[in-house]
T-cell receptor
């Protein structure tokens, strides 16, 4: 079955460092991958979308890569800040039109 | 301006009761969704409506019945609540039902069944 796997372990980093989160997918080749941020007690908020023909997408301190050979997307936050602490979810639409989410990676940025 | 709103935010109820969660979006989107997020944080789609028509109906017990009176509203009614229904339920909307669409989520309704 189609699956998205993200690091289930929390990622703890120091303020100012670059956070790198991984999203691996199997049994399907999505044309687009999306990344969302979820804060405790809130709904997910869309951050970035990357297409299969784009190797990289940037938005301010965020960068997403999409490697269709490795079936992997990497999400980077440069110059991380405590305010970046949240759970980050990757997702894609499957052929049935459903948005499939990974379980998310919790990021904690310490001052 | 609230884009996607849900009521109530918290719902605590006894097993066997019937309850409803309401959702409204003011984004002018055609498509609305219900998701369930369990204790392990997995977010799973339950239903999707496009212009008041049901287009996705996941394997969900028939005790769950969505209703869309118009394209700005999608309500979720749950009959005979069970302990396993305890979760956070999110409503979302998107412009269409296309694969580039991003989804806009409501704040969630935390349902606790005692």
């Amino acid at each position: 079955s189609q699956k998205i796997e993200q690091n289930s372990e929390a990622l703890n980093i120091q303020e100012g460092k670059t956070a790198t989160l991984t999203c691996n997918y199997t049994n399907y080749s999505p044309a687009y991958l999306q990344w969302y941020r979820q804060d405790p007690g809130r709904g997910p908020v869309f951050l970035l979308l990357i297409r299969e023909n784009e190797k990289e997408k940037r938005k301010e301190r965020l960068k997403v890569t999409f490697d269709t050979t490795l079936k992997q997307s990497l999400f980077h936050i440069t110059a991380s800040q405590p305010a970046d602490s949240a759970t980050y979810l990757c997702a894609y639409y499957n052929q049935g039109g459903k948005l499939i989410f990974g379980q998310g990676t919790e990021l904690s940025v310490k001052p | 301006d609230t884009a996607v709103s849900q009521t109530p935010k918290y719902l605590v109820t006894q097993m066997g009761n019937d309850k409803s969660i309401k959702c409204e979006q003011n984004l002018g989107h055609d498509t609305m969704y219900w998701y369930k997020q369990d204790s392990k944080k997995f977010l799973k789609i339950m239903f999707s409506y496009n212009n008041k028509e049901l287009i996705i109906n996941e394997t969900v017990p028939n005790r769950f019945s969505p209703k869309s009176p118009d394209k700005a509203h999608l309500n979720l009614h749950i009959n005979s609540l069970e302990l396993g229904d305890s979760a956070v339920y999110f409503c979302a909307s998107s412009p269409l039902a296309a694969r580039e669409d991003t989804q806009y989520f409501g704040p969630g309704t935390r349902l606790t069944v005692l």
